[in-house]
């Protein structure tokens, strides 16, 4: 392939992923997911270490996940709340972060037509993490606890490599780190190892165009607002 044509081809592949959180029922071959998979396994990893481990849910089995997380964050089973395992996010917010997280909540609720006192229907919309959206993959990642942080900023590089993989096949992601609330109810679930860390999770599947959610255009910060260049 020329240089001109891989450049379009990548910067289109990269341009065009979004988190989508409305997808078709459509299935995806067991193949597709194997291929994605295993390009998405070339990224880098410190000495080669490649610390991710996946467990990709289909039909009743993902059906089976979403239940039993639905019921723990609905708590409707009774049973004790999940602990994160760590956080995600900062405990105390603060600019810009706070305000770019404000921005895209306000944005997608604003699709929704959810106003800002309706707080079941944002628990509701904030449920459908749990059903992968709708798409008929999810994704469960975990690594070793015993890592350390390097193998965490590697396992980015793989979830973004999915992310590209999948756009190159006419397909959408939605990482999800709602995902990370649940760990013992994911991790009894699936069965996961004592050592065996939630990182989060994906839906992979084809968008639904007709969903006001997937509308959602996000922004990003110019190059010169991130960014020093040093010549001399
Ligand atoms: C690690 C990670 C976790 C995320 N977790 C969630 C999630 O739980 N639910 C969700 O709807 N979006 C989630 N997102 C999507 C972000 O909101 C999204 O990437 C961001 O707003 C930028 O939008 P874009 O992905 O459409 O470019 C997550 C993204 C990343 C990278």
Same mark, same amino acid.
């Given at each position: 392939m020329d240089q001109e044509t891989l450049k379009k081809c990548v910067d289109e592949a990269i341009n065009s992923r979004r988190s989508?959180?409305?997808f078709l029922a459509e299935p995806i071959p067991r193949k597709t997911i194997e291929e994605i998979l295993?390009?998405?396994s070339r990224a880098p990893s410190g000495t080669n270490t490649q610390p991710w481990r996946v467990r990709v849910l289909t039909g009743n089995a993902k059906q089976r996940l979403s239940a039993a997380i639905k019921a723990s964050y609905f708590h409707v089973s009774g049973g004790p709340k999940d602990t994160p395992e760590y956080d995600y996010y900062p405990r105390q917010w603060f @600019?810009?972060?706070?305000?770019r997280r404000r921005k895209i909540g306000f944005d997608l609720y604003g699709l929704l037509n959810i106003k800002k006192d309706e707080k079941q229907r944002m628990i509701e919309q904030m449920g459908k993490n749990f059903e992968f959206?709708?798409?008929p993959v999810g994704l469960i990642f975990t690594i070793d606890r015993r890592l350390g942080q390097g193998s965490w900023l590697?396992?980015?590089f793989f979830l973004e490599n999915i992310a590209i993989a999948a756009r190159a096949r006419g397909l959408h992601t939605c990482p999800?780190?709602?995902?990370a609330d649940f760990p013992q109810t994911i991790g009894s679930h699936?069965?996961?190892e004592p050592e065996e860390m939630l990182v989060c999770g994906? @839906?992979?599947?084809f968008e639904d165009t007709s969903a006001p959610e997937n509308r959602l255009k996000t922004d990003r910060e110019p190059v010169s607002g991130f960014t020093q260049f040093f010549d001399e």
């Open positions: 989508v959180r409305a295993a390009l998405a @600019s810009p972060y706070v305000d959206f709708g798409a590697d396992y980015g999800q780190a709602a995902f699936l069965k996961f994906m @839906s992979l599947g």
